[in-house]
């Protein structure tokens, strides 16, 4: 890792702090704003409308930031939690006012307790944490409807180990169908499957390969192609997920865009066999000869 790059990173992190302590500061002034009904002064009937004309936020943005106020107005000491980038408000205080609705008021220590549960947790980490301790809502039923000329929208309850094998579809489609969303991965399936199950569709043909041979009669193609058990081995290896690692141990881990490189180029005599073979997210992929060639230099 280059200076310029620490630097880079370095002068973004202190803008993620400052960002970070704004955010709490802004709904400290919300909740003034609010108790005090200043927005009155200014000719405003409730804070929304003075979130949306006179500070400029969108409707979604003004009430993410009058309902997360609120909730420091009733637990001050957030705001330092809210500083430090540990702990976003604005879903805690959504499920408080649900659960209010539903006659289950959340006392005090409950809602502190609650908010314990979601320090330095992502959204779907705190969404887990919402299950835990929500009221039991029914499941709503199926819907569609069309919602365009040539779109419809549909709504259905799946098993949560379904959003994962979804998410694990998409990241295998990632090269081939980059940002798919998972509206036309079903349809992509469903269409595969209609063509490969339909009694009345005719069997699909397809074309040899033809494969070229050198002079002394050897495929060319064996080098550099990789067999399908040779691939599943690479996958199996580095648990489907990108190899690479910094200079401080730390590893990348993702799963999206995975290609197959060969460790030592085959231009330079390297093998396609599975101690030469790695699996690299596109990025690394395309950054790892960079690095490679800068070092030699």
């Not at 199926?142 to 694990?168: G, H, M, W, Y």
Request: aromatic content about 6%.
């Amino acid at each position: 890792m280059n200076e310029e790059s620490k630097h880079v990173v370095g002068e973004l992190k202190k803008l993620v702090s400052i960002e970070r302590k704004n955010t709490g500061e802004i709904l400290h002034y919300f909740y003034v704003i609010q108790k005090r009904r200043i927005f009155a002064d200014y000719g405003y009937a409730n804070i929304y409308k003075f979130g949306i004309k006179e500070l400029g936020y969108t409707e979604a943005e003004t009430q993410i930031r009058v309902t997360s106020s609120r909730l420091l107005g009733e637990i001050p000491e957030l705001e330092l939690k809210l500083n430090e980038g540990k702990l976003s408000v604005s879903m805690a205080h959504t499920l408080f006012n649900r659960e209010k609705k539903a006659e289950n008021a959340f006392s005090l220590e409950k809602k502190i307790e609650v908010l314990e549960s979601f320090e330095n947790k992502s959204v779907k980490e705190c969404e887990k944490e919402i299950f835990k301790v929500a009221t039991v809502m029914p499941v709503a039923p199926e819907k569609v409807r069309q919602v365009s000329k040539e779109l419809a929208q549909i709504t259905i309850n799946v098993p949560l180990e379904f959003l994962d094998e979804i998410e694990n579809l998409k990241n295998i489609y990632s090269n081939s169908h980059p940002g798919i969303t998972t509206g036309e991965l079903l349809a992509m399936l469903v269409k595969k499957e209609t063509q490969k199950l339909d009694p009345v569709r005719e069997p699909r043909k397809y074309n040899q390969v033809k494969v070229r041979r050198s002079a002394s009669g050897t495929n060319e193609k064996c080098k550099r192609t990789i067999s399908s058990a040779l691939k599943r081995k690479v996958w199996q290896k580095y648990h489907s997920q990108c190899s690479f690692q910094t200079m401080d141990g730390k590893s990348c881990d993702s799963k999206y865009g995975l290609e197959i490189d060969h460790v030592r180029p085959l231009a330079l005599g390297g093998e396609t066999s599975i101690d030469n073979l790695r699996l690299l997210c596109k990025s690394h992929n395309q950054k790892l000869p960079l690095i490679s060639l800068a070092s030699r230099i």
